[in-house]
C-alpha cells in the first residue's frame, strides 16, 4: 500500500492568504508530482522533481511554487491566494525509471473565497 | 507535445464488458499506462504497456498497437464497485519525463 500523505485534506480560505499544501512520503521515492485537478476533468501537472534540490514546473502555468529539501517532503506553496486558485490538488510519487506507477495521495480541496 | 482523447463517458451493465479507447499524439513516445480514479478519491495505477499486445491484470487487460498510436483498457465481468474516470497517460517527452494524462472516461455501471 502506498504511503503519501497531504495535509489539510480540505482548505478554505480567504483571498490573499499564504497557503502551504504539504506532501510527504514515506517510500523513499526519488521523483515526486503536484497535479491540479477540477472536478471531473483530467489531471495538469504543474510541478516535478526528480530528487533533492531538483524542480520543474510542469505543463499547466502555475502561480504556486515547490521546494525539495528533503527527499520524502514536497510542499507547494501559493504567496497570495486567489479564488481562481480553487480547485484540487495531488501529490504523487514514484520509483526513478519510466514507467514506474504514481501513487497519489487523497488530495487537498482548496476553496479561496 | 502531448495529446490524448478519450470517450467522455462510457455505460454498461453489470457482468458486462466495456473498452476504453485512448488515442495518442507525442513527440516521443515510452509506454501507456492507465489509472482509475473513484469520486473524491486518489488516482490509482492499473497497468502500462510498453510494447504492442495485450497485458492482462484479473478482470482488467490493457492493449496497445503503437503503429496505431492506440491503445484500450478492457474490463470484463463488470461490477458497480468499477464505476470511476479512468485516465490514459503517457510518457511522451524524455526531456521533461513525467506523464501526460488524458481528460478521463467516466464509467457507469448499472445494475
Known amino acids: 500500500e502506498a504511503d503519501i500523505y497531504q495535509t489539510p485534506r480540505y482548505l478554505v480560505i480567504g483571498t490573499g492568504k499564504k497557503i502551504t499544501l504539504e506532501c510527504s512520503q514515506t517510500m523513499g521515492h526519488d521523483k515526486m508530482y503536484w497535479y491540479q485537478q477540477d472536478p471531473g476533468m483530467e489531471l495538469h501537472l504543474i510541478h516535478y522533481?526528480?530528487?533533492?534540490?531538483?524542480?520543474e514546473k510542469g505543463d499547466l502555468s502555475s502561480e504556486s511554487t515547490v521546494s525539495r529539501i528533503r527527499t520524502e517532503h514536497f510542499p507547494l506553496t501559493l504567496e497570495s491566494a486567489r479564488p481562481s486558485h480553487t480547485s484540487q490538488y495531488l501529490c504523487a510519487s514514484s520509483e526513478s525509471g519510466l514507467h514506474q506507477p504514481q501513487h497519489f495521495g487523497d488530495g487537498t480541496r482548496l476553496s479561496i473565497l | 507535445g502531448q495529446s490524448l482523447e478519450q470517450p467522455s463517458e462510457v455505460t454498461a451493465v453489470e457482468g458486462a464488458i466495456v473498452q476504453i479507447n485512448c488515442t495518442y499524439q507525442?513527440?516521443?513516445?515510452?509506454?501507456l499506462s492507465w489509472y482509475q480514479q473513484h469520486d473524491g478519491g486518489a488516482p490509482t495505477f492499473l497497468s502500462y504497456?510498453?510494447?504492442?499486445g495485450l497485458e492482462e491484470t484479473g478482470r482488467f487487460s490493457s492493449f496497445l498497437s503503437r503503429s496505431d498510436s492506440y491503445g484500450y483498457l478492457l474490463l470484463q465481468e463488470l461490477q458497480m464497485k468499477d464505476s470511476a474516470s479512468y485516465f490514459c497517460?503517457?510518457?511522451?517527452?524524455?526531456?521533461?519525463?513525467?506523464?501526460?494524462f488524458g481528460s478521463g472516461t467516466r464509467l457507469q455501471v448499472q445494475p
Open positions: 504497456n510498453a510494447l504492442d
Open positions: 497517460a503517457v510518457i511522451g517527452d524524455t526531456g521533461r519525463r513525467a506523464l501526460t
Open positions: 507525442t513527440s516521443g513516445f515510452y509506454g
Open positions: 522533481s526528480y530528487g533533492v534540490n531538483s524542480t
